[in-house]
């Protein structure tokens, strides 16, 4: 067989190939595996079972539960979430990524993606992030990818979120990301034992594409 002559792109391949799993593979299916998405201040990565106290830490605080469905009250409750998100993911119903900050390795937030149909042609997405990386950059590199990730890899062509009108922080949050403001569901969540309106946020693929440059989807998916 012809030897392959070297290019630099295989030393990029090869530091992206796992060292320490030798039983991962490569592959470009999601409901295998998600891959690992690299922006400017986060990794995308599948949720792991040891990020479970981090999330448990950061997202069980009162200011970042305030206005989302209530998170695991426990360690081992995160944990018992972590293997659902695999099952679900496997199954092609939902992903979710953990989000993790360039320079530390556990999770500090979530980015949720979940089947409106059965074919997965609308979707929706939720977030939550650590409150200490609230205005940081980290939700909008984090969220541009996933966005890309839901149109381009998954297929959907609608992505819908709902925010509680009162969370000012998530409604902007979405506004800035180019989402547009379809209405209000009035009462249609409740919290706390009080049913809140939601504003009903949506982006198109049509939309996503025309108003920004298309990101490649990477070439070698490593999970
Ligand atoms: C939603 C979340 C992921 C967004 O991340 P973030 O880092 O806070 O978001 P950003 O700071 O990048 O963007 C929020 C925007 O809303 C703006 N904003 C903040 N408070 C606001 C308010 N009360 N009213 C309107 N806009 C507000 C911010 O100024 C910012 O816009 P700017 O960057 O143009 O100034 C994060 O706040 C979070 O995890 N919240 C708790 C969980 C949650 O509510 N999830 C959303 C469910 S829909």
Redesign the pocket.
Known sequence: MEKMPYTPEMDVVAALMPQTAPESVVTTDWRTGLPVLTGSRVTLREMRVSDAPSLFAMLSTE??A???SPPPTTVEGFERFIAWTHRERAAGRYVCFAVVPHGMDSAI?IFQIRQLDPAFETAEW????G?A????????DGASMVVDFTFDAIGAHRLE???AVA????????R?IGAQQEGVLRKSFLRNGEYLDQTLWTILDEDWHRGRPVRPLPTTWVH
């Open positions: 200011e970042v305030r206005f989302i937030g939720g977030f939550a992030i409150s990386f609230w205005g940081t950059g980290v939700f909008q979120a709902r925010a969370n000012g922080r998530g409604n902007g949050a979405l800035k």
